[in-house]
């Protein structure tokens, strides 16, 4: 069984800069190594009425987390 890693910062502002350059998601999953469905996941939770912003997702990640333990 795999273990997943959660995405990072630096990753959060390569998906916002390929989504901002009209990358689709599953070109920036290639790009990224990751799943396109992580990649999807990412940018429906985290996107807010000024679309995805990857500062406001890593806070928002972070209060996920802090809220789960």
Do not use: D, F, V
């Amino acid at each position: 069984m795999k273990n997943y890693t959660q995405l990072t910062e630096a990753e959060r502002n390569q998906i916002y800069a390929l989504k901002q350059a009209g990358h689709q998601k599953s070109a920036i999953a290639l790009q990224l190594g990751r799943h396109r469905s992580t990649i999807g996941r990412e940018l429906q939770r985290n996107c807010g009425e000024r679309g995805y912003r990857p500062k406001q997702a890593q806070q928002l990640s972070g209060q996920r987390r802090q809220e789960k333990a």
